[in-house]
């Protein structure tokens, strides 16, 4: 039973732009908070930026004033807005729900992850 669902990963240019969403049920969009997660071979999945219910956002500092977290409660979606991509951003992008920015910082989330969407950055 899919809950979570990512999109709008692609393969880009350095400096380049892309907006990925995820699409949750509003169970899922009910809870506190949620993230944007992402993961590359050999490293641990790590938190690049949450949102509270209320608005309140935290962005990892290795994509600050590059990446940007919001979201629309009538469609149930989170987004990630991504600029000025730089290689080291390529990774298999993921989204989840916590109860608080900490615990989605440690991956205590409270669903199954979902297959990510792939984000490529080239040189």
């Known amino acids: 039973q899919v809950q979570l669902v990512e999109s709008g990963g692609d393969l880009v240019q350095a400096g380049g732009s892309l907006r990925l969403s995820c699409a949750a049920s509003g169970s899922i969009f009910s809870i506190n908070a949620m993230g944007w997660y992402r993961q590359t071979p050999g490293k641990r999945r790590e938190l690049v930026a949450a949102?509270?219910?209320?608005?309140?956002?935290n962005v990892a500092d290795s994509v600050k004033g590059r990446f940007a977290i919001s979201r629309d409660s009538a469609k149930n979606t989170v987004y990630l807005q991504m600029n000025n991509l730089k290689p080291e951003d390529t990774a298999i992008y993921y989204c989840?729900?916590?109860?608080?920015?900490?615990?989605?910082?440690?991956?205590?989330?409270?669903?199954?992850w979902g297959q990510g969407t792939q984000v490529t950055v080239s040189s």
């Open positions: 989840n729900a916590g109860n608080n920015i900490n615990l989605l910082r440690n991956l205590w989330v409270l669903r199954p």
């Open positions: 949102i509270t219910s209320g608005g309140s956002t």
